[in-house]
Nanobody
Framework: QLQLVESGGGLMQPGGSLRLSCTAP????????INWFRQAPGKEREGVSC??????SITDSVKGRFTISRDIAKNTVYLQMNSLKFEDTGVYYC?????????????????WGKGTLVTVSS
């Protein structure tokens, strides 16, 4: 079973920045749409951002603060998170789907990572 690998999480103060990375051993990120999800304690998982060969999308709650990008040569997708807020705390997962980003976050994902924890605290 192929699996994505996230890294880059950690503890950060409000207003700080983190960059998450998602690598895909065994397959190429440009073949799939790569999504970032997050799950805060006690809350449902929510879609954050997506990138594919046609473009990218980002959810309204992080627009202007988070940016998604990818490096095909490194087979890695990044989530740059700036101006972090307390409510950004959660486990961040990346997931790959053959569906395009314009289908939204509720489509089925083919592969998932195990997640990386982001904690925003003073």
């Amino acid at each position: 079973q192929l699996q994505l690998v996230e890294s880059g999480g950690g503890l950060m103060q409000p207003g700080g920045s983190l960059r998450l990375s998602c690598t895909a051993p065994g397959f190429t990120v440009d073949y799939y749409a790569i999504n970032w999800f997050r799950q805060a304690p006690g809350k449902e998982r929510e879609g954050v951002s997506c990138i594919d060969n046609t473009g990218d999308s980002i959810t309204d709650s992080v627009k202007g603060r988070f940016t998604i990008s990818r490096d095909i040569a490194k087979n890695t997708v990044y989530l740059q998170m700036n101006s972090l807020k307390f409510e950004d705390t959660g486990v961040y997962y990346c997931a790959a789907t053959i569906n395009r980003c314009n289908r939204g976050f509720r489509v089925g994902m083919n592969y998932w990572g195990k997640g990386t924890l982001v904690t925003v605290s003073s």
